[in-house]
């Protein structure tokens, strides 16, 4: 399976953007979807989780209560709504497959890294 996140786009701040995970060449099957992100220079982390059937939902402490994670089974796609975006969500954004065990968080859990989609978020 490959998958391929859309939606990025250069905003100001205090807008919104909805980004896509869209899967292909197979389904997301049973599994745990997670979105992380990558900042210049920085290590890549944990943006938010759903689980199989999209009723499980994890947020890292930076996006919650601004963040929505989704899925939608039947069209093999993860969306992540980004309300009052800020300077500081200005990053690549990727999501996974978590097909290993471990950590919901970690991204050494996850597989099947599809291409970023990047945002960039103005003040």
């Known amino acids: 399976v490959q998958l391929q996140a859309s939606g990025g786009g250069s905003v100001q701040a205090g807008d919104s953007l909805r980004l896509s995970c869209a899967a292909s060449r197979g389904t997301f099957g049973s599994y745990t979807v997670g979105w992380f992100r990558q900042a210049p220079g920085k290590e890549r982390e944990f943006v938010a989780y759903v689980g199989e059937f999209g009723v499980t939902k994890v947020y890292a402490a930076s996006v919650k209560g601004r963040f929505t994670i989704s899925r939608d089974n039947a069209k093999n796609t993860v969306y992540l709504q980004m309300n009052s975006l800020k300077p500081e969500d200005t990053a690549d954004y990727y999501c996974?497959?978590?097909?290993?065990?471990?950590?919901?968080?970690?991204?050494?859990?996850?597989?099947?890294w599809g291409q970023g989609t990047q945002v960039t978020v103005s003040s």
């Open positions: 996974a497959r978590k097909v290993h065990s471990g950590s919901f968080i970690s991204e050494a859990s996850y597989e099947n």
